[in-house]
Antibody, heavy 117, light 107 residues
Framework: EVQLVESGGGLGQPGGSLRLSCAASGFTFSSHWMHWVRQAPGKGLAWVSR????????TYADSVKGRFTISRDNAKNTLYLQMDSLRAEDTAVYYC??????????WGLGTLVTVSS | DIQMTQSPSSLSASVGDRVTITCWAS??????VSWYQQRPGKAPKSLIYDASSLQSGVPSRFSGSGSGTDFTLTISSLQAEDFATYYC?????????FGGGTKVEIK
């Protein structure tokens, strides 16, 4: 059974940093694209970033480019999202999602990030 | 960026009704559309990819169609567990974009 478990959410300060992790199991992690998708409170879904299996293709939404960094450790079956220069508008539930390249098949339960002073 | 527009934004229906949700893309995208279901307080679930292919385990009452710029998600006979918000997403190119969602409520 595919499982994606996010962690690392919580309260972050404006201008501060948080690092999200996603532990994957039940499939060959190193063979799949992975994504982060977020959902602000009461709002719709918004794609954040994606990374291919070899880490040589990485793309970001314009809203987080230059502030967020996606990475993965295939030996640990773990996906990461380093979030720097946090803004209030980054407040959202962040979902770890398995790809293919341009869409999503399995979703984690999400982790809530709140940016507030 | 490719914009995805869904209609309606909400609808009320009864168990057993046939429900249709429409999604339009701002440019032609072949059949590169996926559909997702999100029940209240839950993570999204993948329903359909490539416009009409059902994800494993998705009931056959769900179907998708369309190509180019116009796409449709149909629920042939609405069940109690189908009351949720549905999102389309273009899988043609980055940045990946979603429609605004359609909330299906109980009449």
């Amino acid at each position: 059974e595919v499982q994606l478990v996010e962690s690392g959410g919580g309260l972050g300060q404006p201008g501060g940093s948080l690092r999200l992790s996603c532990a994957a199991s039940g499939f060959t992690f190193s063979s799949h694209w992975m994504h982060w998708v977020r959902q602000a409170p009461g709002k719709g879904l918004a794609w954040v970033s994606r990374i291919n299996s070899d880490e040589n293709i990485i793309t970001y939404a314009d809203s987080v480019k230059g502030r967020f960094t996606i990475s993965r450790d295939n030996a640990k079956n773990t996906l990461y999202l380093q979030m720097d220069s946090l803004r209030a508008e980054d407040t959202a539930v962040y979902y770890c999602v398995r790809g293919p390249r341009y869409s999503f098949d399995y979703w984690g339960l999400g982790t809530l990030v709140t940016v507030s002073s | 960026d490719i914009q995805m527009t869904q209609s309606p934004s909400s609808l009320s229906a009864s168990v057993g009704d046939r429900v249709t949700i429409t999604c339009w893309a701002s440019q032609r995208i072949g059949t590169y559309v996926s559909w997702y279901q999100q029940r209240p307080g839950k993570a999204p679930k993948s329903l359909i990819y490539d416009a009409s292919s059902l994800q494993s385990g998705v009931p056959s009452r769900f179907s998708g169609s369309g190509s180019g710029t116009d796409f449709t998600l149909t629920i042939s006979s609405l069940q109690a567990e189908d009351f949720a918000t549905y999102y389309c997403q273009q899988s043609h190119s980055s940045p990946l974009t979603f429609g605004g969602g359609t909330k299906v409520e109980i009449k």
